[in-house]
T-cell receptor, first 112, second 112 residues
């Protein structure tokens, strides 16, 4: 069965520093991988997705993620964090016709 | 890009009444829509898969008689919480398609 893990519940980063939010997955075959951001009392906003092709995916708001098949990871990154990046981030995976499976979420706090 | 409109964004209802939440796909057709529930500080839990023209598929543990889903057209799915109770208070989010990754803005339901 497919699964996705976000090992960190909380990540704190100083403004201007690079940030990484970790995600690992477990599926057989080739997955579709997603990152979403959620602000308080709001729905999910799509950041980026990996389907195939270049392992480095660039998304909204300066975020990017690297698909690493050997490590089964899809970490979210940004070179320079902004205070406005503070939010809840979800990694998700889908394979074939299976449903979208979400990680437990990582709360990112950017410290001014 | 593809947009999913969800309405209402917030609703407060009395215990024992029913509440209907709408999810519309704008500018595209969605034969499949998904309904999620999110508890505070937790990830999204898939409740059911809404299939246009046929019965919804419910996840294990979700009461289909309590959470009625109708997908009468290719652009509209509705979730009706029947005889709502305070424990039904939650954040409900819909999405259209699996690999499109498009979500509605969510509905905050409060049952008093």
């Amino acid at each position: 069965a497919q699964s996705v893990a976000q090992p960190e519940d909380q990540v704190n980063v100083a403004e201007g520093n690079p940030l990484t939010v970790k995600c690992t997955y477990s599926v057989s075959g080739n997955p579709y991988l997603f990152w979403y951001v959620q602000y308080p009392n709001r729905g999910l906003q799509f950041l980026l997705k990996y389907i195939t092709g270049d392992n480095l995916v660039k998304g909204s708001y300066g975020f990017e993620a690297e698909f690493n098949k050997s490590q089964t990871s899809f970490h979210l990154k940004k070179p320079s964090a902004l205070v406005s990046d503070s939010a809840l981030y979800f990694c998700a995976v889908v394979f074939g016709n299976e449903k979208l499976t979400f990680g437990t979420g990582t709360r990112l706090t950017i410290i001014p | 890009g593809a947009v999913v409109s969800q309405h209402p964004s917030r609703v407060i209802c009395k215990s024992g009444t029913s509440v209907k939440i709408e999810c519309r796909s704008l500018d595209f057709q969605a034969t499949t829509m998904f309904w999620y529930r999110q508890f505070p500080k937790q990830s999204l839990m898939l409740m059911a898969t809404s299939n246009e023209g046929s019965k919804a598929t419910y996840e294990q543990g979700v009461e289909k008689d309590k959470f009625l889903i109708n997908h009468a057209s290719l652009t509209l799915s509705t979730l009706t919480v029947t005889s709502a109770h305070p424990e039904d208070s939650s954040f409900y989010i819909c999405s259209a398609g699996v690999k499109s990754g498009v979500f509605g803005s969510g509905t905050r339901l409060t049952v008093v």
